[in-house]
C-alpha cells in the first residue's frame, strides 16, 4: 500500500489529526527570531489559497496533504493575530515609586508572598498612554494594613520593571508569557499597600469577586492548609495555598488534584443531569410529554458555564467543559459522542481562542493525560473478550480502573513534568492510588453537595466533612514527598525533545495497524538526546551580579544571596536539588567578595561587582580572558579585553559560557537579531 492510499483511508478521520498539524504552525510561529512580517503572511495566505483549491479538486490521495498544509498555515496566522491582538504598553524602565491600580487577580509568587494583578494602573511621572495595562506586584513585609480584594483600589510604593527576559538560552521566556497575559510591568513593594476605595459592583469583576466570596466562605469553615486546599478545587483561587504544600503536592505527583479539570466537572455534570432527569421524572405528565433527558443534558451544560467561569476558566477545565458539552450536545441530537473527536474539538478551540497555550505546561499535561486515557481504555474496550470484564469481582473493578488511570495519566504526562519541572516522582503511583478514590468518591461529592446546600446556608456541613479527607490527601502528599529517593531530579532536555515525543506520541496513538511501531525510532532518539544533553559550562546573569560554573559537584554559584530566581533557575535546570547556598559553599571560586577569579580549563574569568568595582579593571583585563563587570560602562573595554558589563548584558540578556575543542563561545539569550513583540 502506497502513502497516498494510507493517507486516503485517514481522510475520513481528519478531525482527530487537524489539532497536530495546527499546532505545529503556532509552535512555528514562536521560532523565527524576528517578527514575520506582512510578506510572509501574505505568502501563508497564497499557499493556503492554492491547497484549499487541490483540496476541493482532489479531496482524495493529495486532498487531506493540502487540508494539512492549510492547518499549519492557520495555526500559524492565528497566533501572530493573537500576538497583535493582546500587544499593550511594557514598562522600558526601572521605576521606583507610588503605585496605585485596581486589584484583578490574586495567587503567590515564588518566594511564597502573595502577588497582586492590578489594572488601571497610574504611576508617578508617567505618560498615561505609556501606563501598561496590567502590573503585577508582590508584597512583602508587614502587611497588615490590607486584606486584599478583588476590586479594590490600592497604593503602595514600590519597584517594577518590564518582564525579564529568560535567565539563561533556551530559558523560560517570562516576557512572553507576560505579554499574551497583558502584562507590562512586574515587581514588589516592602511597604504596607493602603486601600484606597472598596470593591465597586462592576460586572466584569463580578464572577471575580463572587471567586473570591466562595473561597473566602470556604476557608472561613476550615481554616489552615485543608480550607486552602477546598478552596483551590472548588473556585481555582491557590491564593491560600502555602508553598511547602505545593512543593509536597507536585513532589507525590498529585498536584493534578488541585486543577480544575475532568474529574471535577465531570462529578458537577454528571450529577446535575442525573439529579434533574429524577426529579422532572417524578412528574408523569413532564415525563411523558417532554424529552426530560435532553433537558437534563441542557441544564447540566449551563452548570458546566457557571463552573467555567467561576474556576478562572484554565486550559484544563476549559477541555474538560468542551469534552462534557460534546458528550451532552450528542445527547440532544441522539448521537454517541467520540471521544478522541471530542479531545481533537477541545484541543482546537483552546488553541484557537488561546494559541500561546501550545507552549505552556497547563496545555501539553491536560491533552497528553486526557489523550493516553481515551486512547488506552479505547483499546482495552475494543480487545477485551465478550464477558471477559466479568470475571473481576465487582468491587475490584473501580480499583482496576483507578490503577490503570493513574498508571496511564502519570506516563504519559511525566516527560513534560520532567521537562518544565527538572523532577520526577518515583512513587507518584503509590500516592494516586492512595488519594484519588478519596478525592472522587467522597471530596468532590461533597463539594458538589456543599454547592447545593448553600442555597439554604447550610454548606458547612459538608465543608467540615471534607476536612478529614482532604488531611488524608494532605498526609499522603507529605509523606511520600518525603521518603528517600522519591524526587528525582533531571537536566532541562533541548528544544527540541517534547515537540519531537508529543508529535511521535501522537502519530502513535493515532496510527492504526503496524505502522504506529515506527515512531519508537524518533522517541528513542529524544530521550538519547535527552540523556546525554551537556549543561553550559558558565553562566552569567543578566545583572552581572551572579555567575554559576559547572563543577564535578554540581554548579557553583558565585554569591549565596540575591539574585535567587535565577540561581533556582539554573540549578533546576541542571537537574540539581541544591539551594544556593549549598551551590555557593562548593569550592570553586578564589579571591574576595567584589573580586572573584575561576580557572575553567582553557579559559580565565573574573568578576568585578561592589564598590570600586570599575577601578580594577584594566588589572582584571590583564589577567583574564573573559571579564564581568556588575556595573554599568560608558567607555569602550581595554584593548584586547572581552568585557561583560550591565551595558552589554542589557542588550544581550543573560548568557552561557560553552567551552569546546575550539575555545571558549558566548551564548546570548537576547541575540543581535532578536526582534519579536514581547522583546524590548
Known amino acids: 500500500m502506497n502513502l497516498l492510499s494510507r493517507i486516503e483511508e485517514e481522510r475520513g478521520r481528519f478531525l482527530i489529526w487537524a489539532p497536530l498539524f495546527f499546532g505545529t504552525g503556532i509552535g512555528l510561529y514562536f521560532v523565527p527570531l524576528r517578527e514575520p512580517d506582512i510578506a510572509m503572511y501574505t505568502a501563508l495566505a497564497v499557499l493556503g489559497l492554492i491547497c484549499a483549491g487541490i483540496a476541493w479538486r482532489w479531496p482524495w490521495g493529495i486532498g487531506p496533504l493540502a487540508r494539512a498544509v492549510i492547518c499549519v498555515a492557520l495555526g500559524f496566522g492565528v497566533a501572530g493575530a493573537r500576538a497583535h491582538w493582546v500587544a499593550g504598553p511594557v514598562l522600558d524602565f526601572r521605576y521606583y515609586g507610588p503605585i496605585e491600580g485596581r486589584i484583578i487577580a490574586m495567587d503567590r509568587s515564588q518566594s511564597d508572598a502573595v502577588r497582586l494583578t492590578l489594572d488601571q494602573v497610574r504611576l508617578n511621572d508617567v505618560n498615561p498612554a505609556k501606563l501598561p495595562d496590567r502590573v503585577r506586584v508582590s508584597l512583602h513585609g508587614d502587611q497588615g494594613y490590607l486584606s486584599p480584594a478583588i476590586g479594590q483600589r490600592i497604593a503602595m510604593t514600590g519597584h517594577i520593571s518590564g518582564p525579564n527576559g529568560p535567565v539563561e538560552p533556551g530559558g523560560f521566556d517570562f516576557q512572553r508569557m507576560a505579554w499574551f497575559r497583558g502584562i507590562g510591568a512586574v515587581g514588589y513593594t516592602r511597604s504596607p499597600a493602603l ?17 473570591q466570596k466562595i473561597a473566602n466562605r470556604v476557608r472561613e469553615v476550615l481554616p489552615g492548609e485543608s480550607g486552602a486546599f477546598a478552596a483551590t478545587i472548588t473556585t481555582g483561587d491557590r491564593s491560600s495555598m502555602e508553598r511547602a504544600t505545593m512543593d509536597a503536592l507536585r513532589g507525590s505527583n498529585l498536584a493534578h488534584l488541585l486543577a480544575i479539570s475532568g474529574l471535577h466537572m465531570g462529578l458537577l455534570t454528571g450529577f446535575v443531569f442525573q439529579a434533574m432527569r429524577v426529579l422532572m421524572g417524578l412528574w408523569p405528565r413532564l415525563a411523558l410529554n417532554v424529552p426530560v433527558k435532553k433537558l437534563a443534558a441542557v441544564t447540566a451544560i449551563g452548570a458546566g458555564v457557571f463552573y467555567l467561569a467561576l474556576s478562572g476558566g484554565a486550559v484544563a477545565t476549559t477541555r474538560a467543559f468542551i469534552m462534557v458539552t460534546t458528550m451532552f450536545v450528542a445527547i440532544l441530537f441522539d448521537r454517541r459522542a467520540l471521544t478522541l473527536r471530542a479531545v481533537a474539538m477541545a484541543a482546537m478551540i483552546v488553541l484557537i481562542l488561546t494559541p500561546e497555550a501550545l507552549v505552556e505546561p497547563g496545555f501539553q499535561m491536560s491533552f497528553a493525560a486526557t489523550t493516553a486515557l481515551v486512547a488506552v481504555f479505547a483499546w482495552i474496550r475494543d480487545h477485551a473478550r465478550d464477558g471477559a470484564n466479568r470475571r473481576l469481582p465487582g468491587w475490584l473493578r473501580p480499583v482496576v480502573t483507578v490503577v490503570v488511570s493513574s498508571a496511564v495519566a502519570g506516563l504519559a504526562t511525566a516527560p513534560i513534568g520532567a521537562a518544565h519541572f527538572n523532577q520526577v516522582s518515583h512513587y507518584g503511583l503509590v500516592a494516586n492510588l492512595l488519594s484519588v478514590p478519596v478525592m472522587g468518591a467522597v471530596i468532590m461529592p461533597l463539594a458538589v453537595l456543599a454547592a447545593l446546600l448553600a442555597a439554604v446556608r447550610l454548606e458547612a456541613v459538608a465543608l467540615w466533612l471534607m476536612d478529614w479527607p482532604i488531611r488524608w490527601i494532605l498526609w499522603v502528599a507529605d509523606t511520600v514527598s518525603s521518603l528517600d529517593g522519591a524526587i528525582g531530579k533531571v537536566p532541562t532536555p533541548p528544544g527540541y525533545i517534547l515537540p519531537l515525543l508529543a508529535v511521535t506520541g501522537v502519530f502513535f496513538v493515532l496510527l492504526r495497524g503496524r505502522e504506529r511501531w515506527v515512531v519508537l525510532l524518533p522517541t528513542v532518539v529524544a530521550f538519547a538526546g535527552w540523556a546525554t544533553v551537556e549543561r ?139 526582534s519579536r513583540l514581547w522583546t524590548r
Open 195 to 211: 486601600l484606597l476605595s472598596p470593591p465597586t459592583g462592576e460586572l466584569s469583576l463580578a464572577v471575580g469577586q463572587l471567586r
Open 536 to 674: 553550559p559550562a558558565v553562566l552569567i546573569s543578566s545583572s552581572g551580579g551572579l555567575i554559576g560554573v559547572m563543577t564535578s559537584d554540581g554548579r557553583a554559584l558565585s554569591k549565596s544571596r540575591g539574585e535567587g530566581f535565577a540561581a533556582r533557575s539554573w540549578l533546576e535546570n541542571d537537574g540539581d536539588a541544591a539551594t544556593q547556598q549549598i551551590a555557593f559553599e562548593r569550592p570553586l571560586f578564589d579571591g574576595q567578595k567584589g573580586y572573584l577569579e575561576v580557572e575553567l580549563h582553557d579559559l580565565s574569568l573574573m568578576q568585578l561587582t561592589g564598590r570600586g568595582a570599575e577601578t580594577r579593571l584594566a588589572e582584571a583585563c590583564a589577567r583574564a580572558d573573559l571579564v564581568v563587570l556588575a556595573a554599568w560602562r560608558d567607555d569602550p573595554a581595554p584593548t584586547g579585553c572581552t568585557l561583560l558589563d550591565r551595558k552589554v548584558l542589557a542588550q544581550s540578556g543573560a548568557v552561557a559560557v560553552h567551552l569546546g575543542a575550539d575555545g571558549w563561545v558566548i551564548e546570548p539569550s537576547r541575540p543581535k537579531d532578536l
